[in-house]
């Protein structure tokens, strides 16, 4: 079965400090996509980074980098020198071959000043 | 960037009445979304279209219809709606295939039913 799993649903982080948000999937296909949205109070996901299944390398982008541990199925969301806007729902999604995207249930993030 | 643009941003409306949100985008994107998201809850795969002429169901059942008339609009209609019905819908599109497409989303719906 294609899951993600999402475990801390809130988490709270000092300004300017890094975090790092969990996520787990579960797939038996061995070409798929992880990634990582934002989702402000303002309601749009905004698209924040992308690692495939065959990438050796972990993706980065800006101040956000997918720790992608493949044996533990693990992809989580690095965020460093926290700033206040990054306060928002963070979701982990995944898509395998096919049309489906399967979702977690998020992350709420509240960085403190 | 892509745009895409739903309407309206929040909607309060009576049991049993009609509605079509509204979703719209510019990137002349051949596969749309909509999707459904409850607080705490994964977004759920209501309906989906590869182009012009072509709608599926998703995952979640949905009594909400859908219609794909030009490549650019992707309206989400309830005939009757329903206090059950109450929830943020999300609409998203990409041009991409294969595990490797990004989705761009709407700023969402947030439909109330009383």
């Known amino acids: 079965a294609q899951k993600i799993t999402q475990t801390q649903p809130g988490m709270f982080v000092q300004e300017k400090e890094a975090v790092t948000l969990d996520c787990t999937y579960d797939?038996?296909?061995?070409?798929?996509?992880l990634f990582w949205y934002k989702q402000p109070s303002s309601g749009e996901m905004i698209f924040l980074i992308y690692?495939?299944?065959?990438?050796?390398q972990n993706a980065t982008e800006g101040r956000y980098s997918l720790n992608f541990q493949k044996a533990r199925k693990s992809a989580n969301l690095v965020i460093s020198a926290s700033q206040l806007g990054d306060s928002a729902m963070y979701f982990c999604?995944?898509?395998?071959?096919?049309?489906?995207?399967?979702f977690g249930t998020g992350t709420s993030l509240t960085v403190i000043p | 960037e892509a745009d895409i643009y739903q309407t309206p941003r929040y909607l309060v409306i009576g049991t049993g009445k009609k509605i079509t949100l509204e979703c719209s985008q510019t990137?002349?994107?051949?596969?749309m979304y909509w999707y459904q998201q409850d607080p705490g809850m994964e977004l759920h795969l209501i309906h989906y279209?590869?182009?012009?002429?072509?709608?599926e169901k998703g995952d979640l059942s949905s009594e909400s219809t859908v219609s794909r008339i030009r490549t650019e609009h992707f309206p989400l209609t309830l005939e009757s709606a329903r206090p059950s019905h109450t929830s943020q819908y999300l609409c998203?599109?990409?041009?991409?295939?294969?595990?490797?497409?990004?989705?761009?989303f709407g700023s969402g719906t947030q439909l109330s039913v009383l």
């Open positions: 999604a995944m898509k395998v071959t096919g049309n489906q995207f399967y």
């Open positions: 797939t038996s296909d061995p070409s798929y996509g």
């Open positions: 690692q495939g299944s065959y990438d050796q």
């Open positions: 998203a599109s990409s041009d991409q295939t294969g595990p490797g497409e990004k989705l761009f």
């Open positions: 990137m002349g994107h051949d596969k």
């Open positions: 279209s590869y182009g012009v002429n072509s709608t």
